[in-house]
């Protein structure tokens, strides 16, 4: 994965990549040679999809959650880790049964995100969360922490004056600073939770995140893939400490989390855009399945992250 990666940056071959949380079944393919029969993408306007004519029908989603009491058990296999001393972020996640009366594809052309991807009915993504941006050697990232509804009252005012929250979000901005310090200089927070609005078929969500940038070194194009091998899996879907962090995500969760909350993106040797693999649903079987989750500190509650997890079953389409 990464020397294909290297040689396509150093050619200057444009190319695109798909790759899972374990970083087990990378795709890693030149742009010309991504049939859209198999796979159609946009990330931010780098894109192999036009117009479709898609039905306009409002969307019916039901969610069939895991039960409280088997969440709850996770959840305090995690607490008693962190009371431990061994993780103080942990992005704990579920798998979601869901039905839907929309087509994988369907979602991909009508949901509104700026990382979208489709693989032939396997999965469907749609996520908010870029991953790292490159542009004239300037690396940036947009870790994402903190999610409530926007119809609450003072919503805004809540989620930037929540202990938990801001506790998550320090923790996960550090976190990105380090990874970004092993492949880039002048490392630096221009941006400290700044308030987004996400739009669901259910109404809106209000979204904290941060903007961190780095200088890369001048041969940073021929290091494209050991940049982001360095920089795996993503930060703000793991925890802290990340190493340490994944085995206990591992050992916790009770299902493979596959590509899900792993990277995708385009790069064209001297530009790269990606996203995290969040707000996904892919097809196993007969069923549809909505994976989702959010991080958990020792401040957390467990209730409001059922509740979390939860509210983030949506499809970005209004």
Same mark, same amino acid.
Not at 38 to 43: G, Q
């Given at each position: 994965?990464?020397?294909?990666?290297?040689?396509?940056?150093?050619?200057?071959?444009?190319?695109?990549?798909?790759?899972?949380?374990?970083?087990?079944?990378?795709?890693? +393919?030149?742009?010309?040679?991504?049939?859209?029969?198999?796979?159609?993408?946009?990330?931010?306007?780098?894109?192999?999809?036009?117009?479709?004519?898609?039905?306009?029908?409002?969307?019916?989603?039901?969610?069939?959650?895991?039960?409280?009491?088997?969440?709850?058990?996770?959840?305090?296999?995690?607490?008693?880790?962190?009371?431990?001393?061994?993780?103080?972020?942990?992005?704990?996640?579920?798998?979601?049964?869901?039905?839907?009366?929309?087509?994988?594809?369907?979602?991909?052309?009508?949901?509104?995100?700026?990382?979208?991807?489709?693989?032939?009915?396997?999965?469907?993504?749609?996520?908010?969360?870029?991953?790292?941006?490159?542009?004239?050697?300037?690396?940036?990232?947009?870790?994402?922490?903190?999610?409530?509804?926007?119809?609450?009252?003072?919503?805004?005012?809540?989620?930037?004056?929540?202990?938990?929250?801001?506790?998550?979000?320090?923790?996960?901005?550090?976190?990105?600073?380090?990874?970004?310090?092993?492949?880039?200089?002048?490392?630096?927070?221009?941006?400290?939770?700044?308030?987004?609005?996400?739009?669901?078929?259910?109404?809106?969500?209000?979204?904290?995140?941060?903007?961190?940038?780095?200088?890369?070194?001048?041969?940073?194009?021929?290091?494209?893939?050991?940049?982001?091998?360095?920089?795996?899996?993503?930060?703000?879907?793991?925890?802290?400490?990340?190493?340490?962090?994944?085995?206990?995500?591992?050992?916790?969760?009770?299902?493979?989390?596959?590509?899900?909350?792993?990277?995708?993106?385009?790069?064209?040797?001297?530009? +790269?855009?990606?996203?995290?693999?969040?707000?996904?649903?892919?097809?196993?079987?007969?069923?549809?399945?909505?994976?989702?989750?959010?991080?958990?500190?020792?401040?957390?509650?467990?209730?409001?992250?059922?509740?979390?997890?939860?509210?983030?079953?949506?499809?970005?389409?209004?």
């Amino acid at each position: 994965m990464i020397d294909v990666m290297n040689n396509y940056g150093k050619d200057g071959i444009p190319f695109i990549f798909i790759i899972d949380f374990l970083q087990r079944m990378p795709v890693i +393919l030149p742009v010309d040679l991504v049939d859209p029969a198999d796979v159609l993408y946009d990330f931010r306007g780098y894109t192999n999809a036009g117009a479709a004519m898609v039905p306009a029908d409002k969307i019916y989603l039901d969610k069939k959650p895991v039960d409280y009491a088997s969440y709850r058990c996770a959840f305090d296999v995690v607490r008693e880790r962190q009371l431990s001393g061994e993780t103080y972020l942990a992005n704990l996640t579920f798998p979601t049964p869901i039905s839907i009366n929309l087509t994988l594809k369907d979602i991909f052309f009508r949901s509104q995100a700026p990382y979208r991807l489709w693989c032939r009915d396997r999965f469907v993504v749609f996520s908010p969360e870029p991953f790292i941006r490159i542009d004239n050697g300037v690396i940036s990232s947009f870790p994402m922490k903190g999610t409530i509804d926007a119809s609450i009252p003072g919503a805004r005012e809540l989620l930037l004056d929540d202990e938990k929250e801001h506790a998550e979000h320090v923790t996960i901005v550090d976190l990105i600073r380090n990874d970004l310090n092993m492949v880039a200089t002048n490392v630096a927070v221009k941006r400290f939770r700044y308030i987004e609005t996400v739009e669901t078929h259910a109404g809106s969500l209000l979204q904290a995140s941060s903007h961190i940038t780095g200088t890369l070194p001048d041969d940073y194009r021929e290091r494209i893939g050991t940049i982001i091998g360095a920089l795996l899996p993503a930060g703000s879907v793991t925890g802290a400490p990340k190493k340490k962090t994944v085995e206990i995500i591992r050992e916790t969760e009770t299902y493979d989390r596959g590509y899900y909350t792993g990277i995708c993106g385009y790069c064209d040797g001297s530009r +790269l855009d990606s996203g995290v693999m969040i707000r996904f649903i892919e097809k196993n079987g007969d069923k549809t399945i909505f994976k989702s989750g959010g991080g958990l500190t020792v401040y957390s509650d467990p209730e409001r992250e059922y509740r979390e997890m939860i509210d983030k079953v949506y499809v970005p389409i209004v």
